[in-house]
C-alpha cells in the first residue's frame, strides 16, 4: 500500500512538474500530512522551489525567519540554530543527527523513500494523517 | 459527383492518374515491407534480450547462493542477530557483499523486515559513503515482490515499469529455520542495458539510413522509368494536334493490329485553300481543333493518328459497316457544325472520310490502307463533305 501511494504521488507530481519541481510537491504533501491547527502554515525553508510552490498555496506562507515558522524545511540544518521547529530534511544522515528532524524524503538505492519518525513527531506534539501515515516509524 | 469526376478527369490526365496509382501501390508496399521487416527485428530482439537477460540472472542467482550459504555458515544460522549484535561481522559480511558487487550490479544489499513490515537495511556492498545506505536504514521496496519472496521463500527477478532509475531486480531470500530472515536485493546495472540499447540504437541508425537509402533508390528508379516512358510516348505524340504521329502509325500500330478492323481516312477539305488564305498560322489551328473534334468523338480504345498533312487515320475494332458509317457521319457532323474560329476569321470546315471496314491481318495492311485511301479519293471527287465505303 506503501508503495502504491508513493508511486501514486509521484506519477501525479510528474505530470505536472520538473524533476526538481515534484520533489518540491512531494515535500509539500508531507507538510500538508503533518497536522497543525492553523489554517496557515508557515513554513521556513532554504529550498527557493520548494518556496516557490508553497507561495502558490493558500494554505502555506513562507517566512525568512526560523523562529516564526511551524515547520522547517531544510537541506542544510546544521546551518541553523536554535529554532526548536519541526524539520523535514533531504537525506538520512541529517535526519539521524538532527534531533527535531520528525520527517525526512530522499533517494535510497533508486527508490524514493520517506519516513516520519514517531517519537519525535510526539515530542512536537503533531500527528501525521491520511494517506502518510504509513510512513511512521517506531524505530527511527 | 458527375461534375467532380469530370472536372478531377479534366486535371490530372489518365497517364498522370496511373502514375499516382502505382506510386500509391508502391509506397505500400514498401510500408508493408518494411512492416514485416520490423516485426521480424522486433521478435528477434525480444528473443535475444530475453535470452541475455536470463543468462544475467542465473549467473546472479548462483553468486546469491553462495552468499547465503557463506552468511548462514559464518553468522552461526543466526544471521540477523549476529549482524545487529557484532559490528565487525556486520562489516566483514558487507566486504563480502563488496568483493561480489561485480559491475553489473548496480545496488547489492541485504534488508529485513520488522513486525510493522517495515524494511530496514542490514548490510550495503557499497562503499562509497555518499551512496551506501545506513544499518537500519528505511528501505522501500516499491512493490509487493519483496513480500511475496518474505513468505514463499523463493527468490524472484522483476522490472521495473515505475521508475527509470532502476532496471532489474533479483531478491534472494535467506532462509534461517525454515523462515526467511533476510533478503538479498541486486539492482543490475542499468549500464548493462544502456550498453545493449546504445549498441541495438547503432544497428537500427545503420538499418534505418539502408532502408531509407533503399526507397530513395526505388523511387529513384520509378522516377527515372517514368521519365523514359514519358520521352518515349512523347515521341509518338504529334506536337501539333496532340494526337499519335505516323512513326507510331509503323512502330506500334502495324504490330498489333486485331484479327479485324477498320481504317479511316480522313482529309480536311480545301485545306490548302485555308493556308494559301489565311496563313500557315490558321491552318496550325484548324488542325489542332480538328484533332481535338476528331477526338471529342471517338472511343477510348480507338487510334487517331495524324497521318501527315492534313489527312488523319483513325483506326477502330470492332465496327461493321453500319456503325462504321455512323461513326463518320458523327465526325463530319461535329466537325462542321461550328465554325472554327481564331481573332477576327471565321473557318468552315469540313472533312471527307474513306472507310475500310475489311481490315484483318490476313491482309497485307498496305492494301487496307490503299482500299481506304481510295474511299477517301472517291469522296472527294464525289463532292467532299461526305464518307464513302471502300470496295
Known sequence: MKTILLFFIIPLSFLFASDTEWEALILEKMLESVSTKKSIVKVYTDDKILATELQKDKNFTVTDKCDECDFIVIKEPWKINGCNKPEIVFDYHSYKKTPDAIGVFFWQKGRPTIRFSAQRLGRFGLKVNGELKKFVSQKN | ?391
Open chain 2, 1 to 391: 459527383m458527375g461534375s467532380l469526376k469530370s472536372l478531377f478527369r479534366k486535371k490530372i490526365n489518365i497517364e498522370t492518374q496511373k502514375i499516382i496509382l502505382q506510386l500509391f501501390v508502391l509506397f505500400l508496399f514498401i510500408v508493408m515491407v518494411a512492416g514485416v521487416a520490423d516485426k521480424k527485428y522486433q521478435e528477434t530482439l525480444g528473443a535475444v534480450t530475453e535470452k541475455i537477460n536470463k543468462d544475467i540472472i542465473q549467473y546472479h542467482l548462483e553468486i546469491f547462493e553462495e552468499l547465503d550459504r557463506v552468511f548462514l555458515k559464518y553468522s552461526h544460522k543466526n544471521f540477523v542477530h549476529c549482524i545487529e549484535q557484532d559490528e565487525k561481522q556486520r562489516i566483514l559480511f558487507e566486504d563480502m557483499l563488496h568483493l561480489v558487487k561485480i559491475s553489473t550490479m548496480q545496488n547489492l544489499f541485504v534488508v529485513t523486515k520488522d513486525r510493522n513490515d517495515n524494511y530496514y537495511f542490514l548490510l550495503d556492498g557499497e562503499k562509497d559513503p555518499n551512496l551506501r545506505a545506513d544499518f537500519n536504514e528505511p528501505f522501500e521496496p516499491l512493490n509487493d515482490t519483496w513480500d511475496r519472496v518474505y513468505k514463499t521463500k523463493k527468490a524472484a527477478v522483476f522490472y521495473h515499469t515505475k521508475t527509470k532509475k532502476l532496471w532489474i531486480t533479483i531478491i534472494y531470500p535467506i532462509v534461517q529455520d525454515n523462515r526467511t530472515v533476510a533478503l538479498i536485493g541486486a539492482d543490475i546495472s542499468h549500464t548493462i542495458d544502456t550498453n545493449l540499447h546504445a549498441k541495438l540504437n547503432e544497428f537500427e541508425y545503420f538499418f534505418f539510413w539502408i532502408v531509407l537509402l533503399a526507397i530513395l533508390i526505388v523511387i529513384f528508379l520509378y522516377l527515372v522509368i517514368i521519365y523514359f516512358r514519358k520521352k518515349y510516348n512523347e515521341s509518338y505524340i504529334d506536337p501539333l494536334t496532340k494526337v499519335k504521329n505516323r512513326k507510331y502509325f509503323y512502330d506500334v500500330l502495324m504490330k498489333k493490329l486485331a484479327d479485324k478492323y477498320q481504317l479511316f481516312m480522313i482529309d480536311i477539305d480545301y485545306f490548302k485553300k485555308v493556308n494559301d488564305d489565311f496563313g500557315h498560322d490558321v491552318g496550325d489551328v484548324v488542325l489542332a481543333e480538328v484533332a481535338k473534334r476528331l477526338q471529342h468523338i471517338i472511343r477510348d480504345e480507338d487510334i487517331l493518328i495524324r497521318f501527315g498533312g492534313e489527312e488523319f487515320l483513325l483506326y477502330t475494332e470492332n465496327l461493321d459497316e453500319d456503325k462504321a458509317i455512323d461513326l463518320a457521319k458523327r465526325l463530319r457532323e461535329h466537325i462542321k457544325e461550328r465554325p472554327i474560329r481564331t481573332g477576327n476569321l471565321v473557318c468552315h470546315i469540313t472533312i471527307s472520310i474513306g472507310i475500310n471496314t475489311d481490315g484483318s491481318r490476313d491482309i497485307p495492311f498496305e492494301d487496307v490502307l490503299k482500299k481506304a485511301d481510295e474511299a477517301l479519293y472517291r469522296a472527294k471527287n464525289e463532292g467532299r463533305d461526305c464518307e464513302r465505303v471502300a470496295w
